[in-house]
């Protein structure tokens, strides 16, 4: 079945330090879909990519989908305290009855 | 306008039990999904629903099911439970319905949770 690869599953930054997160996918994505979780908390979503080679940035986030839209990226500059949290990003393929399929989440961690 | 509401938020059973979960949706949004999340897992896809019809299922076992109703409430049961359903279970509301292709359907918003500790 179609599956979405999230690596990596953790990463440990400096506050300050940049972040990135990426997902993959062997087939080829209608969109895929970035969301955030808090510790505590549940998935909030973040943004949509939906064409080929589409980058979007919402303040220090830049989201990028591949040109092949088989690949997506999050990145993070200059990570602030209110970032931790796990970042998951979610798929959804055309023959797939448009059911998202969810990468396994990358967890940013703040070293003190 | 009121968020995805779940309850209860947090309930404790003992194995063998059963437990009723219920999500009410966003206004307006008429297909509902559920989820578990284990501790430090991913989320796990139980099931969506769209006009009180199942169109989606996860690899979940059948003690695991689900209902929707026609004001798009839902309620997903567990029966016999195990240690190991122990987990977060959320419930999340789209505009999604089958054929629909509008970009923003299938966003998720997702409600806070029911936490069930299985002793």
């Known amino acids: 079945g179609q599956q979405v690869m999230q690596i990596p599953q953790y990463q440990h930054v400096q506050e300050g330090e940049d972040f990135t997160t990426y997902c993959n996918s062997s087939?080829?994505?209608?969109?895929i879909q970035w969301y955030k979780q808090r510790p505590g908390g549940h998935p909030v979503f973040l943004i949509q990519?939906?064409?080929s080679g589409e980058v979007k940035k919402q303040k220090r986030l830049t989201f990028q989908f591949g040109e092949a839209k088989k690949n997506s990226s999050l990145h993070i500059t200059a990570t602030q305290t209110t970032d931790v949290g796990t970042y998951f990003c979610?798929?959804?393929?055309?023959?797939?009855?448009?059911?998202?399929?969810w990468g396994a989440g990358t967890k940013l961690i703040i070293k003190p | 306008k009121a968020g995805v509401t779940q309850t209860p938020r947090y309930l404790i059973k003992t194995r063998g039990q059963q437990v009723t979960l219920s999500c009410s949706p966003i206004?307006?949004?008429?297909?509902v999904s559920w989820y578990q999340q284990t501790p430090g897992q991913g989320l796990q896809f139980l099931f969506e629903?769209?006009?009180?019809?199942?169109?989606n299922k996860g690899n979940f076992p059948g003690r695991f099911s689900g209902r929707q109703f026609s004001n798009s409430r839902s309620e997903m049961n567990v029966s016999t439970l195990e240690l190991g359903d122990s987990a977060l279970y959320l419930c999340?509301?789209?505009?999604?319905?089958?054929?629909?292709?509008?970009?923003?359907?299938?966003?998720?918003?997702f409600g806070a949770g029911s936490r069930l500790t299985v002793l």
């Open positions: 999340a509301s789209s505009f999604r319905s089958p054929g629909l292709k509008t970009s923003g359907a299938n966003v998720l918003t």
């Open positions: 629903y769209f006009s009180e019809t199942q169109r």
């Open positions: 206004s307006g949004h008429r297909s």
């Open positions: 087939t080829t994505l209608s969109n």
């Open positions: 979610a798929g959804l393929f055309s023959d797939s009855n448009y059911q998202l399929i």
């Open positions: 990519l939906v064409k």
